[in-house]
């Protein structure tokens, strides 16, 4: 019997609270795994060209394409790590069960996937001045709308989150039992070597075209709404089938 | 067995990151920086993003290399300058359009029209023929401006080459210009939502019309391969 009770939205603040600090580490990655990609993408993503009877112009292409990558390979390996045994174990310091560790679990992840997609947007402002200062050639401007910046905030933080969401579900996976963590890089890596020519591909494409073509960013935030919400109900659900400690 | 190369450095690629970072973020006994010394690190990066987020809209947009010109505007003016053309009333147009004009005595009967450095030309050819046989051949150059976005790059482009040799007009295209830039592009997930992403979805681009007008004696006759097209003007 404890002589005290505790709500456990106020476990759950705790548990929250202390993991900001506690995984600083993982800020740290962020902001290495970033300046890597600044770094990776002053080769351009790309080159495209028109002409006319008098004029061949050339224009090479740059984008904080790489960078949004990075940061999405960052949230699916940090939410992986937060599941292993080293970070799960921290939680029992605080009076918890495996609901309120998954909450604060997951209330941590959506603040990493807004500090992430923050940073990864804003990391194109780095790349058009050290561009501007660096670049041979000469620059051409375009403009970015606030429309624009408040669709690629939204749309960046959701790839941010969803990718947090499926590294959660795998690394929860991989604790329920070891063999995951041999089976599902076999299984997706084989679907991306051998799927590229056969008939995989359809459904390779299918899963792709869902998220990643889709236009409508209303559709966008419902699609990874729910994905996100499945994937991680689906982690509180097989974590609850897990040992005591 | 070539496609898996792109496929198994992009697996190296991920796997070499993937070990970066899990050993930057892996709690281990000996940390590579405290908590307040990440702190700072991170508000430092954070600082410098910010910094520069408000400093990127102050850039200079290319004015500076190029005077500032409306695509728009170069389009009209080139339609103008081609109905002028058609009706043979090219004379009135404005000044701004004329490049250059050669003349010559021509006392032959027929002229062959040659391009020099290649099998077509860069301008369009219009002909008409004068009310009189007075020997002689005017040829008139005009062109309308070209331009990039807002930036005028009217000031490149160079005159048609034009002269007679023996019983040939002899016309050069100007060497082509190469012009090079650099451009950011919006991250994918911008621009999945706003569909813009290729060359002309965020640019504007309007090369200029070139004219070749000759007026040419009453009953000159002119020998032009298939490559060469002339329109006559009523």
């Known amino acids: 019997m404890s002589l005290s009770r505790i709500s456990l939205q106020e476990v759950v603040k705790r548990q ?18 970033q300046v890597l990609g600044i770094l990776f993408s002053f080769n351009g993503v790309g080159m495209m060209g028109t002409s006319s009877n008098t004029f061949d112009i ?54 990493i996937s807004l500090v992430g997609g923050l940073t990864a947007l804003l990391s194109s402002h780095i790349m058009r001045i050290l561009m501007f200062v660096l670049g041979q050639s000469e620059y051409l401007y375009t403009p970015t709308e606030v429309s624009e910046w408040i669709i690629g905030l939204i749309a960046t933080v959701l790839y941010v989150l969803l990718f947090a969401a499926i590294g959660y579900f795998v690394g929860t996976l991989v604790q329920l039992h070891k063999i995951f963590a041999v089976l599902l890089p076999v299984i997706f890596f084989g679907i991306l070597i051998l ?15 869902f998220i990643f073509e889709e236009s ?30 | 067995m070539l496609s898996f190369v792109p496929i198994v450095i992009v697996v190296i690629m991920v796997i070499a990151i993937t070990s970066l970072l899990v050993n930057l973020t892996k709690r281990s006994s000996k940390v590579l920086f405290s908590g307040s010394r990440i702190r700072w690190m991170f508000v430092g990066y954070l600082s410098i993003l910010l910094v520069c987020t408000g400093l990127s809209p102050m850039l200079p947009k290319g004015e500076i290399t190029y ?70 051949i ?51 997930p911008i621009n999945q939502f706003t569909g813009k992403g290729d060359f002309s979805d965020t640019n ?31």
């Open chain 2, 67 to 136: 005077q500032k010109v409306d695509v728009n505007q170069l389009e009209r003016d080139s339609n103008e300058l081609y109905e002028a053309a058609i009706q043979g009333n090219i004379e009135n147009v404005d000044s701004k359009y004329f490049v250059k004009t050669r003349n010559f005595d021509y006392t032959e009967k027929q002229l062959n029209i040659a391009v020099v450095n290649e099998d077509f030309l860069s301008a369009s050819i219009f002909v008409e023929r004068k009310t009189t046989n007075d020997g002689k």
């Open chain 1, 58 to 111: 050339s224009v090479h292409f740059y984008s904080a394409d790489i960078v949004v990558i990075f940061t999405l390979l960052w949230a699916f390996i940090s939410a992986i790590l937060i599941t292993t045994q080293a970070y799960r174990n921290d939680d029992f310091a605080f009076i918890t069960n495996r609901l309120s560790s998954n909450l604060s679990n997951m209330l941590f992840l959506l603040t």
């Open chain 1, 195 to 209: 799927g590229a020519g056969t008939m995989n591909e359809a459904i390779f494409r299918n899963v792709f075209e």
């Open chain 1, 216 to 245: 409508s960013l209303a559709l966008f935030m419902v699609k990874i709404g729910v994905l996100a919400a499945l994937l991680f109900s689906g982690s509180a659900l097989l974590s609850n089938r897990m040992e005591v400690r």
């Open chain 2, 138 to 188: 005017e040829a008139l150059h005009y062109q309308t401006g070209s331009g990039l976005n807002e930036m005028s790059i009217s000031d490149l482009m160079q005159p048609l080459g034009i002269n007679i040799d023996k019983n040939t007009l002899m016309l050069e295209n100007p060497e082509k210009i190469k012009l090079e830039f650099s451009q950011f592009q919006q991250a994918f």
């Open chain 2, 204 to 234: 504007n681009f309007y090369g200029g019309t070139s004219i070749l007008y000759l007026k040419i004696p009453k009953d000159l006759e002119l020998n032009n391969t298939y490559e060469i097209d002339l329109q006559y003007v009523e």
């Open chain 1, 16 to 33: 929250y609270t202390y993991k900001l600090r506690a995984y600083i580490q993982v800020f740290m990655s962020l902001v290495f795994i």
